[in-house]
């Protein structure tokens, strides 16, 4: 059985209730644009709005160049650079970066995550410091057009999304140029070697230097 433990301690997580009665972390994205609406109106002292439906909290810097399609809430003292792209329904935490030619949708951004140069995400749920390397790319659409399925070891999990991205866990690191193909799931503390293209289940702790070559990770 996946366990929520395995990627997201839920510190720094922006909506920590919405994953308490969930089987799969997945199954709280399409309850994000009902959610955004009430996170907004009990919280509306604590944000400012940007653009129609987009809301900032104290100490978040946004660039002119800064493109916005809500709705959107992001924390405190986040950095949306020159050129980043909003698509809607995005609920980020404190400390996020959404960079130079960023984009992102339909997600989940613990706090401090940061997507920094040419990255995006859509459909996804990051964990908190969860960092992608410039260019790296969260796909959340298959070429077949089929429902995106998980895939754990022998286990086929059906999830009918026809769009889902990844479930990263906290603290991943993505190297630049990786592709985390549809229902990608990476537990807490990984990191995927640049140029990788990652599916399926990479789980905690390991280093994926391919889809078959998985090592412990013991930091310095």
């Not at 969930?22 to 009430?38: F, G, K, M, N, T």
């Not at 909290?57 to 809500?70: I, K, L, Q, S």
């Not at 404190?94 to 995400?121: C, M, T, W």
């Not at 009918?160 to 690191?173: P, S």
Request: with cysteine; glycine share 14%.
């Amino acid at each position: 059985m996946l366990k929520l433990e395995e990627f997201f301690s839920m510190e720094g997580c922006p909506v920590p209730d919405l994953f308490s009665d969930v089987q799969y972390p997945w199954e709280v994205l399409p309850r994000i644009a009902a959610l955004l609406e009430r996170l907004v109106e009990d919280n509306r002292s604590s944000y400012r709005e940007i653009a129609p439906g987009v809301w900032v909290g104290e100490g978040t810097t946004v660039a002119d160049t800064a493109r916005f399609y809500g709705p959107a809430v992001f924390g405190r003292d986040c950095e949306i650079r020159p050129g980043a792209f909003v698509r809607g329904n995005v609920i980020a935490g404190d400390g996020v970066v959404l960079g130079n030619s960023s984009e992102v949708k339909q997600a989940i951004l613990f706090s401090r995550v940061q997507l920094p140069h040419f990255n995006y995400v859509g459909d996804s749920i990051l964990g908190r410091g969860a960092h992608l390397g410039a260019g790296c790319i969260v796909s959340n659409f298959k070429s077949t057009k089929e429902p995106v399925k998980v895939r754990i070891g022998d286990t086929v999990i059906e999830t009918g999304l026809r769009k889902l991205g990844a479930i990263v866990g906290d603290g991943v690191e993505v190297g630049c140029n990786a592709v985390l193909n549809p229902g990608t799931l990476v537990g807490a503390g990984s990191l995927i070697y640049p140029l990788t293209s990652v599916r399926g289940y990479i789980p905690g702790g390991v280093i994926c230097k391919g889809r078959e070559e998985l090592v412990p990770y013991r930091p310095k």
